[in-house]
């Protein structure tokens, strides 16, 4: 990205003289962005991060080509993989709603600890200025040690979300439908008069529960009404390689495939093994195109509790590393992604519409065998 480039995108955001919303997060960043926008749509003119362009190039790609002075709102997402970014991207930003979703442990082979990593996504925080908006994970403890301990500006309006019944916005309870695509969550509204909110959503995953908590606080900070907040939530469709499910005539597709990590895989697992169905296929990627051998026995957890849900599991790995230590039970490894003909025979082999699930990390591109899946 040529310098001008970020001098034009600094100047542009010091032209644009109203909210600007900073979203970063280990994951949910882009979903939560587009829950955002989707929230606030019916009334303002939004203007969001273009796909996931969150670091200091695609930040000033995105702002210098798709972002309006004329807008009402912007809504930014702020990515980091190093240290000393984060304070970089704040003050070129300078978000006026900041919203952190968690923090997990990814991109840790560019920090020193799981702490440094933690201190580098908390300094957005770090530079709110006055009559700045807050909205926080309760439910993650460094967020909520650090908003304990950290002095603000007294001017600095900070909305909780969470499960605990002091949260402004809380989470109160989730649930895979009978259906195996779709959601049902409750979310109360505590500052107004502990309104209940239930909504459908699409998609399987409880941590968009969390999600949707954080969107609807950013939405009640900008007075959308609670029944457009509803009718937004029960229309959301989140987007392709994020969780998207989508039904073929001979199977479902679970698509996890863009920008996953190792804690997303788990937890994405973990919900798929509700799925109510005993026909299931899992298609996993490694990290194992990563040379450093810790890294690679951490995906042996991941594998064991996938053979813990089906005795259908593919794994595509690009090194034969973990293949050659470790043995398997129901688990066939594939060099190449040209894997639809072993897909093509286990549903061949399925008396019934198999599930299958698929993730992996965005490296590996196994949103080609999606791709390929949806035109079989």
Same mark, same amino acid.
């Given at each position: 990205?040529?310098?001008?480039?970020?001098? %034009?995108?600094?100047?542009?955001?010091?032209?644009? =003289?109203?909210?600007?919303?900073?979203?970063?997060?280990?994951?949910?960043?882009?979903?939560?962005?587009?829950?955002?926008?989707?929230? @606030?749509?019916?009334?303002?003119?939004?203007?969001?991060?273009?796909?996931?362009?969150?670091?200091?190039?695609?930040?000033?790609?995105?702002?210098?080509?798709?972002?309006?002075?004329?807008?009402?709102?912007?809504?930014? #997402?702020?990515?980091?993989?190093?240290?000393?970014?984060?304070?970089?991207?704040?003050?070129?930003?300078? !978000?006026?709603?900041?919203?952190?979703?968690? +923090?997990?442990?990814?991109?840790?082979? $560019?920090?020193?600890?799981? &702490?440094?990593?933690?201190?580098?996504?908390? &300094?957005?925080? *770090?530079?709110?200025?006055?009559? $700045?908006?807050?909205?926080?994970?309760?439910?993650?403890?460094?967020?909520?040690?650090?908003?304990?301990?950290?002095?603000?500006? !007294?001017?600095?309006?900070?909305?909780?979300?969470?499960?605990?019944?002091?949260? *402004?916005?809380?989470?109160?309870?989730?649930?895979?439908?009978?259906? =195996?695509?779709?959601?049902?969550?409750?979310?109360?509204?505590?500052?107004?008069?502990?309104?209940?909110?239930?909504?459908?959503?699409?998609?399987?995953?409880?941590?968009?529960?969390?999600?949707?908590?954080?969107?609807?606080?950013?939405?009640?900070?900008?007075?959308?009404?609670?029944?457009?907040?509803?009718?937004?939530?029960?229309?959301? %469709?989140?987007?392709?390689?994020?969780?998207?499910?989508?039904?073929?005539? %001979?199977?479902?597709?679970?698509?996890?495939?863009?920008?996953?990590?190792?804690?997303?895989?788990?937890?994405?697992?973990? =919900?798929?093994?509700?799925?109510?169905?005993?026909?299931? @296929? +899992?298609?996993?990627? /490694?990290?194992?195109?990563? /040379?450093? &051998?810790?890294?690679?026995?951490?995906?042996?957890?991941?594998? =064991?509790?996938?053979?813990?849900?089906? $005795?259908?599991?593919?794994?595509?790995?690009?090194?034969?590393?973990?293949?050659?230590?470790?043995?398997? %039970?129901?688990?066939?490894?594939?060099?190449?992604?040209?894997?639809? !003909?072993?897909?093509?025979?286990?549903?061949?082999?399925? !008396?019934?519409?198999?599930?299958?699930?698929?993730?992996?990390?965005? #490296?590996?591109?196994?949103?080609?065998?999606?791709?390929?899946?949806?035109?079989?």
């Amino acid at each position: 990205m040529a310098e001008n480039e970020i001098v %034009k995108c600094t100047a542009k955001i010091a032209q644009f =003289n109203k909210p600007i919303i900073g979203v970063t997060g280990s994951c949910g960043k882009t979903t939560t962005c587009k829950m955002i926008q989707d929230l @606030l749509a019916n009334n303002y003119k939004i203007n969001k991060t273009h796909e996931n362009s969150n670091n200091f190039e695609g930040i000033p790609w995105s702002v210098n080509k798709f972002f309006t002075l004329n807008a009402d709102i912007w809504v930014l #997402e702020l990515g980091i993989d190093r240290i000393n970014q984060m304070a970089k991207l704040a003050a070129m930003v300078k !978000p006026t709603v900041r919203i952190i979703t968690n +923090i997990h442990s990814v991109h840790l082979n $560019n920090f020193n600890s799981l &702490k440094e990593y933690q201190n580098e996504k908390l &300094k957005l925080f *770090d530079s709110c200025q006055p009559n $700045n908006v807050v909205i926080v994970n309760n439910d993650i403890p460094v967020l909520a040690n650090y908003i304990k301990t950290h002095v603000f500006p !007294p001017s600095v309006k900070i909305i909780y979300c969470g499960s605990k019944d002091s949260d *402004d916005v809380q989470f109160i309870n989730y649930k895979l439908n009978p259906d =195996n695509i779709s959601s049902t969550i409750s979310i109360r509204l505590n500052k107004m008069q502990s309104v209940l909110l239930t909504f459908n959503l699409d998609g399987i995953n409880k941590h968009n529960a969390f999600n949707c908590c954080l969107a609807v606080a950013c939405a009640l900070h900008f007075n959308i009404p609670v029944t457009t907040i509803r009718n937004v939530l029960n229309n959301f %469709k989140l987007y392709k390689n994020r969780g998207l499910i989508t039904t073929m005539p %001979k199977y479902i597709l679970y698509d996890y495939t863009y920008n996953s990590t190792m804690h997303a895989i788990m937890k994405n697992l973990e =919900n798929f093994k509700n799925v109510m169905s005993q026909h299931k @296929l +899992i298609i996993l990627g /490694t990290n194992t195109n990563n /040379t450093t &051998k810790s890294i690679n026995d951490g995906v042996i957890p991941i594998i =064991n509790y996938a053979v813990g849900i089906t $005795n259908k599991v593919l794994v595509y790995t690009e090194q034969p590393y973990i293949v050659n230590k470790y043995k398997f %039970k129901n688990v066939v490894f594939v060099h190449s992604l040209n894997i639809i !003909p072993k897909i093509r025979v286990i549903l061949a082999s399925s !008396p019934g519409k198999i599930h299958i699930f698929i993730q992996g990390p965005t #490296e590996l591109k196994l949103f080609d065998i999606v791709d390929k899946l949806l035109k079989h």
